[in-house]
């Protein structure tokens, strides 16, 4: 397995989770890195990326505000902290690597991708 996610959970809305994502050293120095998410019978969506450095990130208008996308290179690891969470934010999440050093905002961008792990919110 090159990429590991873990963190999800049932939280009540208001609530918040962290997603963690740890990766193999080969797939995640140099790489951007993504957290997509998707729901049945929809496709997968983009839900935050970050570069190589962590110096640059993007958002989906859905969260601006509310998640915070991170990485530790020393660690191998990306997080997505989650706070303030809204029903319509149950899904299962996904952390990919991208093909390059930024992230990418279609799933094509991505070349490695962790097995997901599921967010329910309550209301």
């Known amino acids: 397995v090159q990429l590991q996610a873990s963190g999800g959970g049932f939280v009540q809305a208001g609530g918040s989770l962290r997603l963690s994502c740890t990766a193999s050293?080969?797939?995640?120095?140099?790489?951007?890195m993504g957290w997509f998410r998707q729901t049945p019978g929809k496709e997968r969506d983009i839900v935050a990326g970050?570069?190589?450095?962590?110096?640059?990130?993007y958002y989906a208008d859905s969260v601006k505000g509310r998640f915070t996308i991170s990485r530790d290179n020393a660690k191998n690891t990306v997080y997505l902290q989650m706070n303030s969470l809204k029903p319509e934010d149950t899904a299962f999440y996904y952390c990919?690597?991208?093909?390059?050093?930024?992230?990418?905002?279609?799933?094509?961008?991505?070349?490695?991708w962790g097995q997901g792990t599921q967010v329910t919110v309550s209301s």
């Open positions: 970050i570069n190589w450095s962590g110096h640059s990130t």
């Open positions: 050293r080969r797939i995640f120095s140099n790489n951007g």
């Open positions: 990919a690597a991208a093909l390059r050093s930024t992230y990418g905002l279609q799933t094509d961008d991505y070349r490695y």
